[in-house]
Nanobody, 134 residues
Framework: QGQLAESGGGLVQAGGSLRLSCVAS????????MGWYRQAPGKEREFVAA????????YYEDSVKGRFTISRETTENTVYLQMDSLKPEDTAVYYC???????????????????????????WGQGTKVIVSS
């Protein structure tokens, strides 16, 4: 079975930066998309960002646009989430996710609502905690 392992979480002051990493290991699975989700205490897990593995198309949740950047290193099976200008409301456990099958964007590639749904992903990491203090 493939595994995803996140790292890079921690405590940071508001306005600061963190870089999360997620490595896919174990039995090789073909990656089509990798994404990041987060779950704050008492809230549902929500989409943060995603990236198509081959083309590098990126997608962001509105509240993180311009502050977070998702990228990938295909040769190392690693996806990153660079988080700048962090706010206390970014405090959450951040999860890495991967999709191992082709996808179709019914609303067009520019938006691709399908990749924002949790059900689009079949591999998940254990999460890394990010705490942003005010």
């Amino acid at each position: 079975q493939g595994q995803l392992a996140e790292s890079g979480g921690g405590l940071v002051q508001a306005g600061g930066s963190l870089r999360l990493s997620c490595v896919a290991s174990g039995r090789t699975f073909r990656t089509y998309v990798m994404g990041w989700y987060r779950q704050a205490p008492g809230k549902e897990r929500e989409f943060v960002a995603a990236i198509s593995w081959r083309e590098g198309y990126t997608y962001y949740e509105d509240s993180v646009k311009g502050r977070f950047t998702i990228s990938r290193e295909t040769t190392e099976n690693t996806v990153y989430l660079q988080m700048d200008s962090l706010k206390p409301e970014d405090t959450a456990v951040y999860y890495c996710a991967a999709r191992s099958s082709p996808y179709y964007c019914s609303s067009g590639r520019a938006v691709c609502y399908e990749l924002r749904q949790k059900l689009a992903y079949d591999y998940w990491g254990q999460g890394t905690k990010v705490i942003v203090s005010s």
